[in-house]
Antibody, heavy 113, light 112 residues
């Protein structure tokens, strides 16, 4: 059974950093692209980042480019999202996904002073 | 960026009836391999999104055949036959044709 468990969310002040983790199980992690998607409270879905199987290619929308960094550790079956210079508009539930077919339960990030 | 525009449903939809959700893209989602890179998701209240269809019309594993995706390169429809209470939630279309990947704003389905 595919499982994705996100951790690392919480309350953080504007301008500070936070690192999210997503531990995967139930599939061959190193064979799949992984994604981060977020959802602000009461709002729709926004794609945040993609990473290919070996971590050599990464993609971001303009809204987070230069501030967020996706990475992965295939030995640990884990994908990360390093978030720097956080803003109030980054407040959202952050989901990791395996090829969009499987999603974790999400972790809430609240950026507020 | 490709803009995804979703339609509105005349809610609530009576149980047992059909519902069609529309989605339009600002650019063709057909890639050179002939596939149309359009996903549909359902997000039930309090849950993570669930993939329903990919490549416009291919149902994801375990998804009921009451869900069917269709369309052209820029206009898409998700049809739900014989709607049930469990189908209630917000439906999203997403283009994965090119970066940045973009979602529609969502279409809410309520069941009567």
């Amino acid at each position: 059974e595919v499982q994705l468990v996100e951790t690392g969310g919480g309350l953080v002040q504007p301008g500070r950093s936070l690192k999210l983790s997503c531990v995967a199980s139930g599939f061959t992690f190193s064979s799949y692209w992984m994604y981060w998607i977020r959802q602000a409270p009461g709002k729709g879905l926004e794609w945040v980042s993609s990473i290919n199987t070996d971590g050599g290619s990464t993609y971001y929308p303009d809204s987070v480019k230069g501030r967020f960094t996706i990475s992965r550790d295939n030995a640990e079956n884990t994908v990360y999202l390093q978030m720097n210079s956080l803003r109030s508009e980054d407040t959202a539930t952050y989901y990791c996904a395996k090829g969009f077919a499987y999603w974790g339960q999400g972790t809430l990030v609240t950026v507020s002073s | 960026d490709i803009v995804m525009t979703q339609g509105v449903l005349p809610n609530p939809v009576p149980s047992g009836e059909s519902a069609s959700i529309t989605c339009r893209s600002s650019k063709s989602l057909v890639y050179k391999d002939g596939k149309t890179y359009l996903n549909w998701f359902l997000q039930r209240p309090g849950q993570s999104p669930q993939l329903l269809t990919y490549w416009m019309s291919t149902r994801a594993s375990g998804v009921s055949d009451r869900f069917s995706g269709s369309g052209s390169g820029t206009y898409f429809t998700l049809k739900i036959s014989r709607v049930r209470a469990e189908d209630a939630g917000v439906y999203y279309c997403q283009q994965v044709r090119e970066y940045p990947l973009t979602f529609g704003s969502g279409t809410k389905l309520e069941i009567k």
